[in-house]
C-alpha cells in the first residue's frame, strides 16, 4: 500500500450560489489546521461528517495538518478516531506522512480513550460458545510455507520464523528454562526453543490436526517436551501443575483481544483461573519474580494507528495485574512484498515494523 498524499487537494464544491460550499470550506479549515475556523463553521451549520470524493473525512484532513486543537475539536465534534478513506488509510497515515508526531500522539490517545468506553458497555454475546470453535472444527492444511484454514485463513506463515526466533531468545534466555507455548501451529517457536535447550518444554495445542501434525513429527517423543491437548481454558490445572515457569509465550488462532486479556488474568493474577484446590489461592503460573511472558503481537495488525492503541491497552491491562511491557521495534518489511500473501483471504499483517514484546513482574509485584 502506497503513502498517502501529504500534500492533499480539496474540490471546492460549490453551492446553489456558486460559491464553495461550508463543508468544503470545512475541510479547507481541517487541512489549514485553523480550528477556530472549524469550530465558527460548525456553529454555522456545516456538516461535520462530510467526505470528499476519496472518502477522507474532518479528521484525515486535521491530522495532515498537525495541529492538535483543530484534531481534538474534529475528534469531539463526534468522528470516529478510527476512521477510514476508501485508500484504506487512517488519520494516523496522514499525520505521519506529515511527520506530525504531536498529532499522531493524539489521535493514539483518542484511540485508547475510546476502546476503554467501549470496553465498559461491551456485553459478553458467546452463550458458552468457544469464539474460536468454528476453527477447532474445520480441517486446516499444512501447505508448503504456510498453515491455512478451511477459508484459506493464515493460521500461521514461514515468514514470522525470524519473529518467533527472537520470542524464544526472550522466554527461553538460559538453558534448563521452563517454558510454556500457547499454540503450535508449525512448531517455529517451538523449534527455536528446543534449540535454546530448556528443561521443560509444555506445549497446548487445541487443534486435532494440529496435534496429529505435531504427533506425526514426532514431538510427543522428546524427552523434555510436554503435550496438552486442547484449549487452555480447559487445561489451566494441568497448565499448572507443569509449572511454575521462567518463560511463557500466546500465540492462538481465531481467538480476540479478551481472550488474550483472559489468558493474562488466569496466568498473572493471583486467584484467578482453574484450580482443583480453592483452599488457598494458586500462586501465578509465570514465575515471580524473574519470569519473562511474550505473545505474537498480532493486535491491529493491518493499521499501524490500531496497532499502536492496542500496544497502550495491552500495556495498561498488563500493568494492573503487576506486569511491566517494553516493546522492541523490529522490521518486517517482508509481510509487505504481494508474493507474501498470494492465495491468502485476509493478510493479518500488513506493518512495516513489529513491536515485539518483553513482560516481566514489576518490581513492587515481585518484592524486590
Known amino acids: 500500500m502506497s503513502e498517502p498524499q501529504s500534500k492533499t487537494q480539496i474540490d471546492n464544491g460549490n453551492d446553489n450560489d456558486g460559491g464553495p460550499s461550508n463543508e468544503a470550506l470545512l475541510l479547507a479549515a481541517c487541512h489549514a489546521g485553523n480550528a477556530q475556523q472549524v469550530e465558527e463553521l460548525v456553529a454555522q451549520?456545516?456538516?461535520?461528517?462530510?467526505?470528499?470524493?476519496?472518502?477522507?473525512?474532518?479528521?484525515?484532513?486535521?491530522?495532515?495538518?498537525?495541529d492538535v486543537d483543530t484534531i481534538k475539536l474534529v475528534l469531539k465534534s463526534g468522528i470516529p478516531w478510527n476512521t477510514l478513506d476508501v485508500g484504506n488509510y487512517t488519520a494516523g497515515d496522514y499525520a505521519e506522512t506529515g511527520g506530525h508526531e504531536e498529532a499522531y500522539e493524539e489521535l493514539v490517545q483518542a484511540g485508547v480513550r475510546a476502546e476503554m468506553v467501549l470496553r465498559m458497555f461491551s456485553k459478553d454475546t458467546s452463550d458458552g460458545k468457544a469464539v474460536n470453535e468454528d476453527y477447532l472444527t474445520q480441517p486446516v492444511e499444512?501447505?508448503?510455507?504456510?498453515?491455512?484454514?478451511?477459508?484459506?485463513?493464515?493460521?500461521?506463515?514461514?515468514?514470522?520464523?525470524?519473529?518467533?526466533?527472537?520470542?524464544?531468545?526472550?522466554?527461553?534466555?538460559?538453558?534448563?528454562?521452563?517454558?510454556?507455548?500457547?499454540?503450535?501451529?508449525?512448531?517455529?517457536?517451538?523449534?527455536?526453543?528446543?534449540?535454546?535447550?530448556?528443561?521443560?518444554?509444555?506445549?497446548?495445542?487445541?487443534?486435532?490436526?494440529?496435534?496429529?501434525?505435531?504427533?506425526?513429527?514426532?514431538?510427543?517423543?522428546?524427552?523434555?517436551?510436554?503435550?496438552l491437548f486442547g484449549r487452555w481454558q480447559d487445561k489451566l490445572d494441568e497448565i499448572r501443575a507443569l509449572g511454575p515457569y521462567d518463560g511463557i509465550f500466546f500465540d492462538t488462532f481465531g481467538e480476540f483481544y479478551k481472550e488474550l486479556d483472559d489468558f493474562h488474568k488466569a496466568i498473572f493474577a493471583t486467584g484467578l483461573g482453574s484450580s482443583s484446590d480453592t483452599s488457598t489461592p494458586p500462586a501465578p503460573i509465570l514465575r515471580q519474580p524473574g519470569g519473562i511472558y511474550s505473545f505474537f503481537n498480532g493486535l491491529g495488525g493491518d493499521h499501524k494507528l490500531f496497532h499502536d492503541?492496542?500496544?497502550?491497552?495491552?500495556?495498561?491491562?498488563?500493568?494492573?495485574?503487576?506486569?511491566?511491557?517494553?516493546?522492541?521495534?523490529?522490521?518486517?518489511?517482508?509481510?509487505?512484498?504481494?508474493?507474501?500473501?498470494?492465495?491468502?483471504?485476509?493478510?493479518?499483517?500488513?506493518?512495516?515494523?513489529?513491536?515485539?514484546?518483553?513482560?516481566?513482574?514489576?518490581?513492587?509485584?515481585?518484592?524486590?
Not at 456545516?46 to 498537525?66: K, N, P, Q, Y
Not at 520470542?167 to 527455536?192: Q, R, T
Not at 497446548?204 to 506425526?216: F, G, I, L, S, W
Not at 491497552?313 to 495485574?321: E, P, S
Open 45 to 66: 451549520g456545516a456538516e461535520i461528517f462530510v467526505t470528499d470524493e476519496t472518502g477522507r473525512t474532518a479528521l484525515h484532513f486535521a491530522a495532515a495538518s498537525g
Open 142 to 227: 499444512y501447505s508448503g510455507d504456510r498453515l491455512v484454514d478451511a477459508e484459506k485463513n493464515g493460521v500461521m506463515m514461514s515468514w514470522e520464523t525470524p519473529l518467533m526466533e527472537l520470542h524464544a531468545k526472550v522466554i527461553c534466555s538460559k538453558p534448563d528454562s521452563v517454558v510454556l507455548n500457547v499454540g503450535f501451529g508449525m512448531g517455529i517457536i517451538d523449534s527455536a526453543l528446543q534449540d535454546l535447550r530448556p528443561g521443560r518444554h509444555v506445549i497446548v495445542e487445541a487443534h486435532p490436526d494440529v496435534y496429529r501434525h505435531m504427533c506425526q513429527e514426532g514431538w510427543d517423543a522428546k524427552p523434555n517436551v510436554h503435550i
Open 309 to 368: 492503541v492496542y500496544c497502550r491497552i495491552v500495556r495498561a491491562d498488563l500493568r494492573n495485574l503487576g506486569i511491566e511491557t517494553q516493546y522492541s521495534q523490529v522490521s518486517s518489511d517482508v509481510v509487505m512484498e504481494e508474493e507474501t500473501w498470494k492465495g491468502i483471504k485476509r493478510p493479518y499483517w500488513m506493518i512495516k515494523t513489529y513491536n515485539l514484546p518483553t513482560c516481566e513482574w514489576a518490581a513492587d509485584a515481585s518484592g524486590q
